[in-house]
């Protein structure tokens, strides 16, 4: 029963859309009307600017993060990751935004941040070196997950393993459109780093 319910309001967390949020108070604009339309830290700092997508971002990693913590608020005894995916399911198809929601990078991130402080470190490391070579959101979120499922083997956590897996599957799924356009070479590359 408490899997149930912590899944339940990790959800609901997960389903706050931040992007829609900043968006409408701090610059009366509907993020899905612009851009990718896409409800994620991308879209935003494509839309907004550095400023806003830095806000969303952070706000998103939270809700992961919140997610995890859950069953340690309450002293439970289940498996803190599990109830940190419906987080990311939340973002990803939140139920306050038409279930149109971001591609779960920052989410994922967060749940991870939630119990493995370390790993959470290497993926932001490996993300920010990926996107000042690429310059590319899409690439370096993709082969992040990559890497971190490579280095979370070297942890012999394999709860993490498997989540860090299914979330790497789940993300590059959420990004074959992005895929096409980088085949292209239509896909926008980032101006601000």
Known sequence: MEYVLFAIIAYLLGSIPSALIVGKVGYNIDIREHG?????????????????????????ILKGTLATLIPLIFDADV????????????????????????????????????????LFGVMVLTFLVTLKIS?????????TGVVSFVVSIFFGDVGIMIV???????????????????????EPKIKWM
């Open 36 to 60: 990718s339309g896409n409800l994620g830290g991308t879209n935003t700092f494509r839309v907004l600017g550095v400023k806003a997508g830095i806000i969303v971002t952070l706000a998103d």
């Open 164 to 186: 860090i897996g299914v979330l790497t599957l789940f993300v590059i799924y959420r990004h074959i459109a992005n895929i096409k356009r980088i085949l292209n070479k239509t």
């Open 135 to 143: 310059k590319f959101v899409s690439l370096s979120s993709m082969i």
């Open 79 to 118: 498996y803190r990751l599990a109830i940190g995916i419906f987080a990311v399911i939340g973002h990803t198809y939140p139920l306050f935004a038409r279930f149109k929601g971001g591609k779960a990078v920052a989410t994922s991130g967060g749940i991870i941040l939630g119990v493995n402080p370390l």
